[in-house]
């Protein structure tokens, strides 16, 4: 998934001192939707996401649980401070799915 942040340096170093200590509330929510891992790497004010999902995992569901989580509306409104989002993006869509274009193991 990809995303972009703010382009201001100072923005960016607080976005990733954040994200040094997410709350542990945001970490149970992730983990309770499905996802086993997460990893978000930055450059510039580009950001790129890999996440690791259980079999069962939907993005609907995930939207669901955290339209009903008050930490995780905390959070995605104090993120918003910092991101920006892509040209492309629809109303309400922040992250958004990158296509694989290459796979180095099925060459």
């Known amino acids: 998934m990809a995303l972009d942040l703010i382009n201001d340096p100072l923005l960016i170093d607080q976005y990733i001192e954040y994200h040094k200590a997410v709350w542990p509330e945001i970490i149970e929510s992730i983990k309770e939707s499905g996802i086993h891992d997460m990893q978000i790497f930055n450059v510039a004010d580009r950001l790129f996401m890999i996440m690791e999902v259980k079999e069962d995992f939907s993005f609907e569901k995930k939207n669901k649980m ?20 892509l040209p492309i993006a629809e109303p309400g869509e922040k992250w958004l799915l990158m296509e694989k274009v290459f796979d180095l193991k099925i060459q």
Request: hydrophobic fraction near 25%; aromatic fraction near 16%.
């Open 66 to 85: 955290d339209r009903q989580n008050p930490y995780v509306i905390k959070w995605e409104e104090l993120m918003s401070t910092y991101q920006k989002k």
